[in-house]
């Protein structure tokens, strides 16, 4: 109990901390407001627009949950090809290479002009930037069977799915979860870049409207939203991977 | 059941490892190889299994029965064996699973608790000592009705008083299948052994055993003398003995 309570505490501290710590500099410092606003001025333009921000952090969160699914989805998918079929590996890995070597979010765009203003844009620019580093990190976890379970294959004669299935692919689910919170970094970065480019809706376009009419404050609420969004998605799967090392260390 | 009979060079890539083996492991017996590490003991192993590797044979492979031996060996190793996702019944009926049989949880029930581990089906391999998870792995090897099972060290990682334990379940639960049991402990070889040889550069030579039946007791004073006697023959082909 204590060693629980001790980390959100700590944490806590550290934040009241930062908090009064930025306070004090914007007072002292006497930054005009829409430049820097202090913490308890971002405080109170959170509760005066609490309708406002819930109406673009809806938006938002759903594009970024569909995207992530989606992109988790279809990366998972092609690692299992890849593991399967030696032909599917000639093929799709140098094509893998070459879209991480072009800058997704530099497609936002244009994917705004192919797919319009609404949320289609913004889930395929999150699914096109974590396809990438999910699909990589789950195909060398599924490559990375040790010796005497790939062993164990060829004694039994296992077919190659029933490898893949009963071998390969419960040992590289800590790999897979290396990928997603990888993935869980990126997909907020993703979301709202797809948001300034072109959008009417969601926290990123909040962001640029309050920025353009001097409402730092607002501009910091909504920011402060999204960051709440992105550790619920990390404490979510932080859960669910620590439950899986717990089963396979026993600690 | 069948017997096992091995003649030739083995080889690794071009080069010979172990030169002229004659290797005659009879049916329903225990057959040991022992040998220091290095001089490819685990890869006739392999080469039994048909493993992949640089191993092979140049000679000849004949089986009592005439039947090749792919699909009907048994391997137990020293450790890495089981599923660190999986609970123990899991564990045991992956071989099944993995040939595309469907598990016959009560069968791995009863073998795990005729090798102790009644009551744990439910933990992971992580939760077990050494000797419980190699307990693990020999339920899984009897769980497969293979007909040949070969032994790489399997206890080499345990303490000398579980290695005891775990040497008597073995022979009593692996009676009448046709063993090689790797080794590189004198005493085990010479416990466990209907038939013994000295792996060297130069072929592998027959080791004179107790006239007593396998499993032998560790007390025995033929046991005991032959083990002083083995021991003081391996000490003295040491570069650096005294």
Known sequence: ?251 | MTGICLQGDLCMGDTALIRDLALDMPAGRWSCLLGPSGVGKSSIARLLAELPGPQHLRGQLTTGDGQPLAGRVALMAQEGQLLPWADLVANVTISARLRGQSPDRAQARALLAEVGLADMEHRRPAELSGGQRQRVALARVLSEAAPVVLLDEPFSALDTITRLAMQDLAARLLRGRTILLITHDPLEALRLSDRAWLLGRNGAEALPLPDTPAPRDYRAPDLLRAQAALLARLHGELPCAG
């Open chain 1, 1 to 251: 109990m204590r060693r629980m309570m001790r980390g959100p505490l700590r944490a806590g501290l550290a934040l009241i901390v930062a908090l009064t710590v930025w306070q004090v500099v914007v007072w002292l410092s006497n930054v005009p407001h829409f430049i820097l606003p202090g913490p308890l001025r971002v405080a109170s333009a959170l509760q005066d627009n609490l309708a406002l921000l819930w109406h673009h952090a809806r938006f938002t969160a759903l594009n970024l949950v569909t995207g992530l699914a989606a992109g988790v989805a279809l990366g998972v998918v092609t690692a299992l090809n890849l593991a399967m079929s030696p032909g599917a590996r000639l093929l799709l890995r140098p094509m893998l290479i070459f879209a991480q070597a072009v800058p997704v979010f530099a497609l936002a765009p244009i994917l705004t002009l192919w797919l319009g203003y609404g949320a289609a844009s913004k889930i395929v620019i999150v699914m096109l930037v974590i396809y990438f580093p999910v699909t990589s990190a789950f195909f060398d976890g599924l490559m990375r069977l040790p010796a005497p379970l790939a062993d164990l294959a060829q004694l039994t004669r296992a077919s190659p799915l029933r490898r893949l299935f009963l071998l390969q692919l419960p040992h590289a689910l800590p790999a897979l979860f290396t990928g997603l919170r990888l993935a869980i970094v990126y997909a907020p970065f993703a979301v709202v870049i797809g948001e300034w480019v072109g959008s009417s809706q969601g926290l990123g376009y909040l962001m640029l409207m309050a920025n353009g009419r001097g409402q730092t404050d607002l501009m910091f609420a909504a920011l402060i939203v999204l960051a709440a969004q992105s550790l619920i998605l990390f404490a979510a799967m932080e859960r669910l991977a620590g439950r899986d090392r717990q089963v396979r260390t026993g600690a």
